[in-house]
C-alpha cells in the first residue's frame, strides 16, 4: 500500500491555529488589514478571518443546511446566518469588513455563481474574490499543483490543480449524509442519532468498519475522475475526511500518496480569505 504523509509543517499550524480559533472564540492579533471570507457549506456555514500575511486571526461557524448540491435553497437563512457570523467576528475583533471572498463548489452554474455572490451582497459587503474550493483548500495547504479531494456532506469533490488554478472538477453526490444513512441502517436508528453517532469522536471505532464502504465508494469516484491522469499527491479535506482510516482508503484506492491535515474540516474555510494563488474567476 502507498504511504500516507503529512502536509507542510506551516499549513499544518495555519490549519490547527484557526481551528482553535473558530472553536474557542479567540482572536489573534492581525498584521496588517484584515481579510473575510464567506464558506456557504452544506453542513456548515464558516466565516474566516486571515492578516495580510495570511495568518489565521478569527473565525465562526454555524451548523445549517441553506445550500444542497450546490444550490443556496434557503436565502434568507444563508443571510441570516451570514450576517450574524460577520457581527460576531467584527465585535471580537473591533474592525469593520465593507467587503468578503466567497467560495463556490466547483461545477456550478453562473447563476448560482451569482446567488453566491448576492448573499454576500445583501448583508452589506462587496465582493472581494469568488473562489473555487478547490483553489482555496490549495491555497490554506500551502500548495499549486496536485489533487484535492473535497468530502463534503452531500458531495465527494475531485479536482486538479496545475499552477494554483483548477484543470479537472468532477462532484458527485456521496459525501456525510450518506454515510450518516449507511449507520442509521445498520444500527436501526433515526437520522439525526446516527449523525450524532459519526460525529461523536469515543466511537469512531464502531463506526469505521460500518462506514469504510462508502469511503470505499467516494475513492472509485476518485479514481474514474483522475484516470490516467498523473498527479504527484492527493490531499484529502472536508470534514467527512475526518475518520481514521480514510487517507488509507483512498491511498489504497488511488495508488498514490495521500495527504490529510489534522483538521480537514477548517482547509477550505481558511483559504477562502488567502490571497496567494489567486484565480481569476471574479
Known sequence: MPPTIRSSAAAEAGI????DLVRTGEVDEPSGEPRLGVDLGTANIVVSVVDAGNRP???GWVHSTVVRD??????????????SLTDDVESRLG?????????IPPGISAGDIQVFRNVVGAVGLDVDEVVDEPVAAARALGITDGCVIDIG????????????????????????????????????IGYDEAE?????PDRQREVIGT?????????????????????PVVYLVGGSSSFSNAPEVFADRLGRPVVRPAEPLFVTPLGIPMTEFANDRN
Open 16 to 19: 490547527r491555529r484557526f481551528a
Open 196 to 200: 450524532t453517532l459519526k460525529k461523536d
Open 70 to 83: 450546490g444550490v443556496v435553497v434557503d436565502w434568507a437563512g444563508a443571510t441570516s446566518a451570514v450576517r
Open 211 to 231: 462506514i469504510r464502504p462508502t469511503l470505499e465508494r467516494m475513492a472509485t469516484i476518485a479514481v474514474n475522475a483522475l484516470g490516467d491522469r498523473e498527479v
Open 153 to 188: 456532506h452531500g458531495t465527494t469533490g475531485v479536482s486538479v490543480l496545475v499552477g494554483g488554478r483548477t484543470v479537472l472538477s468532477v462532484d458527485e453526490a456521496t459525501g456525510g449524509h450518506h454515510m450518516t444513512l449507511v449507520l442509521a441502517g445498520a444500527n436501526r
Open 95 to 103: 474592525h469593520h469588513f465593507t467587503s468578503a471572498s466567497v467560495s
Open 57 to 59: 486571526v478569527a473565525g
